[in-house]
């Protein structure tokens, strides 16, 4: 059983920055593509960023690559996901997801297996 735990969330104000942080329990954790999405408050759930296993090659959403960072730490089991210049539109609740290494990481959610159980980050203006 692999799990996933994240951990940073909290109340910010615009324009901060924070680390999110995602641990993987599995001892093969460098054999997972990572990634994070977001859930805005009355929204659909969206993707953010993706990391291959190996952290070569990464992917964003396109409104967020210039202000957010994903990466990872093979030796820790935990990926990070940094953000900058926080906006009241950030505001939502942060899952990370984990799925068999591929190659190139999935965008879509439901090519995830593994959830973790999110981190709030709410952003006052």
Do not use: H
């Not at 805005?40 to 202000?67: C, H, M, Q």
């Not at 290494?101 to 006052?124: D, K, L, N």
């Amino acid at each position: 059983q692999v799990q996933l735990v994240e951990s940073g969330g909290g109340l910010v104000q615009a324009g901060d920055s924070l680390t999110l942080s995602c641990v993987v329990s599995k001892r093969t954790y460098g054999y997972y593509d990572m990634a994070w999405f977001r859930r805005p408050p009355g929204k659909e759930r969206e993707f953010v960023a993706g990391i291959t296993w190996s952290g070569g090659g990464t992917n964003y959403a396109e409104s967020l690559k210039d202000r957010f960072t994903i990466s990872r730490d093979n030796a820790k089991s935990t990926t990070y996901l940094q953000m900058n210049s926080l906006k009241p539109e950030d505001t939502a609740v942060y899952y990370c997801a984990a799925t068999t290494a591929r190659g190139t990481t999935p965008t879509v959610a439901s090519e995830f297996r593994y959830w973790g159980q999110g981190t709030q980050v709410t952003v006052s203006s």
